[in-house]
């Protein structure tokens, strides 16, 4: 069973528009993290923020806003004036214990953001 | 600074020819990751060391292996790599486990001819 979900493939926003990109996530454990990672055109995947799940406080970092709600499991992503910088695929991402107790990353598949100036 | 290094870039090999790819970090940390990432697909991890204890994902296929002779570098090994062996490989760091912020190469790109 899948257990990170981004339900958006694509999107494709004019430059200073906001945009949400969208996470669902599917746990048992209690204790869990949450993340967000950039991957742009060179590659690179970029840590973008790690949310435990027991910290519910949204956040903001510039542009960049994170919405967890443990209600709905969601950890959504809002960019805000986007930029044409801010292209690239981002991975919303779920670490939970793996068999044998070893933990493990999980990734969603990835929404493709394309800021066009 | 370059943290998490990876050669080559590009790496072309032809159908069943043995392949190493390599990663090297500068930070010093206990764990590292070798994912694949096919094209538009999420990165999947193939396995990753903790310290020198090697761990295996159960869905790997035993074509592939690693080398961590040391905290620096890490080898993934493809002993006779496939058609559906061609793909991104990404290798990862992390301080402590997992849960910890991940930082990421850039990638080898793998062709398999």
């Known amino acids: 069973a899948q257990k990170v979900t981004q339900a958006q493939t694509e999107i494709s926003v004019v430059e200073k528009e ?100 | 600074d370059a943290m998490v290094i990876q050669n080559p870039r590009y790496q072309v090999t032809q159908f069943g020819k043995p392949v190493t790819l390599s990663c090297s970090q500068t930070l010093n940390h206990n764990v590292m990751y070798w994912y694949q990432q096919k094209s538009s697909q999420a990165p999947k991890l193939l396995f990753h060391y903790y310290d020198k204890d090697f761990n295996n994902e159960a869905d790997t296929p035993d074509n592939f292996q690693s080398r961590r002779p040391n905290t620096s570098f890490c080898f993934l090994d493809i002993r006779s790599p496939g058609l559906g062996d061609a793909a991104m490989y990404l290798c990862a760091t992390s301080r402590e486990i997992p849960r910890d912020e991940q930082f990421f190469g850039p990638g080898t790109r793998l062709t398999v001819l």
């Open chain 1, 18 to 117: 906001d945009v949400t990109l969208d996470c669902v996530y599917e746990t048992r454990d209690t204790t869990y993290y949450l993340f967000w990672y950039k991957q742009p055109p060179s590659g690179e995947l970029v840590f973008l923020i790690r949310r435990n799940s027991f910290d519910e406080q949204n956040e903001i970092s510039g542009r960049y806003s994170w919405n967890f709600q443990k209600s709905t499991s969601s950890f959504n992503f809002t960019i805000t004036a986007s930029q044409v910088v801010d292209s690239a695929v981002y991975f919303c991402a779920l670490s939970e214990a793996a068999q044998g107790g070893s933990e493990k990353l999980v990734f969603g598949k990835g929404t493709k953001l394309t800021v066009n100036p």
